[in-house]
């Protein structure tokens, strides 16, 4: 029994050691889905209620990256590819971000403000 008793204490030491470190590896970057450039952020809201010249205006500026789902994609280089050509250019949210700086609500490559942080409570 002492040795049950024992275990069942390391056992909660560690887990009470451990919460807040998975707490902070479970929380995820809320950037939605849209439209960013270096200095802006268009959702796909905002997007859909634009004019057909500035749609396309938007996809043709070399800056203008898409992210959706955790991907970004540079948009001049992904207009009119097929979805297999889109898997090969398309970067996971976090390399974009280290080398091209967060997406936030002022666009990207600025660290000052982020979107909200999600995480499990």
Not at 16 to 38: S, W
Request: glycine share 6%; hydrophobic share 40%.
């Amino acid at each position: 029994m002492n040795k049950f008793v024992k275990l069942t204490v390391a056992s909660a030491l560690a887990v009470i050691a451990l919460t807040p470190a998975m707490a902070k590896a479970n929380e995820t970057k809320a950037a939605p889905n849209g439209f960013y450039t270096k200095d802006s952020f268009t959702s796909t809201v905002q997007y859909d209620a634009l004019s057909l010249d500035k749609k396309r205006a938007l996809l043709a500026a070399p800056d203008v990256v898409y992210h959706a789902d955790n991907k970004v994609y540079f948009a001049k280089e992904a207009f009119g590819k097929s979805n297999k050509q889109l898997a090969t250019l398309a970067k996971s949210l976090d390399v974009f971000e280290k080398e091209h700086g967060q997406l936030t609500e002022k666009g990207y490559g600025s660290d000052d403000e982020e979107f909200g942080v999600v995480g499990i409570e």
